[in-house]
């Protein structure tokens, strides 16, 4: 979880009112983030990843200001209407095909103002951003810019400007091997032929996301009085939230507003949009999962105490609000708003005795033999990505979601490979050998299952080393197993087969095909297996 330094004198100006360290300690800790130290002029906090926006002094104070009755309710932000474009051309449809925009106007830069933008922008890119790979932000100083503002994809060979803190001009592949930030993020234009560029009017190169800014028109100092800002990445839902907490931040320091116009090839879009989203609440829902008694009236300065509007049994909720996807979700924060200190504990009523579930023994054991065989404990989402999956090929069961909220997360997996696969795509600029297992939940046939994986790269990953790992885990087990050859699409015929447990197939195991590496950008040899863990462990309990 992120960690973030506050200064304590912005922080209470923010907040309107000098606050004693005790009440600062209290209050922090109950609103549901971690305090880590604080002194007369900083405060350290640990932001849990559902809050992104309060990853900032603007964003921290503006939720701690309603959480103690200061500040409570809905935070109102203008939008002012401008004429400002962002044209987005078809070339960076397949490299990095989204952007959010806006302007922000009247700002006052310190130093002080400076390291909180700065702050904001890398907390939310290691974060909400997935290390720039699923966004990623840039902030210019708007007076140097002359609009239109164009996005596109050029050659390589052809992107030339001074970077960020540089004093030399740099061709992108220069910037890739000899600046700080571009041997970093290389890694994310990898097998690209063209980058994604922003440019103004004048073809001036204002920055190549996701990697650098330009010296010339990407550096805000405190001369700068007004700001461009673009979220650019994979899910143009994603970038506007992510757009949304940052003006959000900028107005706390007194900035105003401007929309800006996107024209995609076949759309126009308008950012930000800083209207809130509506979700209907049911009382007894509430009360149900609290366990509490609490009424409209109760409910309804609960919830503007964590910043929310309620009417009519319906929840307003801020436009920087990425957390909230159900009521559910509302429901925490009406119990964070009453204080877990408030509640009293009860015993259930109910007559059994409880116990650890046996299998649970059993996973630690296979844990804990795989983990002294070499092999890292990886942990990813249950929700993958059917392009990745259409990748992988050879996994044909799946569940789509009929309304995802990400297209990053739109498949339900009914395997563990793919989401091992895009663990070894995505970390190709790590050392090797990488030796990774791990133990989830898939579902299969509309039932969850708890399976395990294992998966080796290196220059000579192959079968045989895979099988020796197995026999380890086997012979541990004093079970028997037998491997069945067999075609198996997206394996190399005739080194792969099933896994076969007392004339059942459990799983299955083999070198991955070239034509899945090449799909997913990976250099290296792949073997892999998947075990059914259920199956295996009734017949070892």
Known sequence: MPTITLNRKVLESL????????ELKERISYLGTDLESINENEIVVEIFPNRPDMLSEQGFARALSSFISIKTGLRKYKVNKSSYRVKIDSSVKNIRPYTACAVVKNLKFTDEKIREIIQIQ???HITYGRNRKKAAIGIYPFEKITMP???????????????????KEMTALEILSQHPAGIEYKHLLEGLNNYPVFIDANNKILSMPPIINSHDTGKITERTKEVFIECSGFDFATLKILLNIIVTALADMG?????????????????????????????????????????????????????????????????YRSDILHPIDIVEDIAISYGYENFNPEIPKVATI???NKFEPFKRKIQELLIGLGLLEAS???LINKELLDKCGFIEKHIELKNPLSKEFNIIRSSLVPSLLQIFSENQHNEYPQKLFEINTVINNSKEETHMAIA??????????????????????KSDYSIEPGRINGFIEGRCGNIKL???????MGEVHPEVLVGLNIGNPISILELNLNFLSAVNT
């Open 380 to 382: 990813s989402f249950t």
């Open 122 to 124: 890398e907390k939310l």
């Open 149 to 167: 503002i164009f996005y596109k994809a050029l050659p390589k060979e052809e992107i030339k400007f001074i970077p960020l803190e540089s004093d």
């Open 15 to 22: 907040i309107g009112k000098k606050l004693s360290l005790e």
């Open 456 to 477: 080796i790269t290196h220059e000579k990953a192959n079968y045989t080393e895979l099988k020796q790992i197995l026999d380890a885990l086997f012979s541990s087990l």
């Open 502 to 508: 007392n004339d059942k197939i459990i799983g299955y």
């Open 354 to 356: 409880s116990k650890e």
């Open 255 to 319: 900035g105003e507003i401007y929309s800006m116009e996107l024209y995609y090839d076949n759309k126009k879009e308008t950012t930000p949009d800083l209207s809130p989203s509506k979700i209907k609440l049911n009382t007894k829902y509430v009360n149900r999962l609290l366990g509490l008694s609490l009424n409209d009236s109760s409910i309804k300065k609960l919830l503007a105490k964590m910043g929310f509007n309620y009417r009519n049994r319906t929840v307003f909720i801020p436009a």
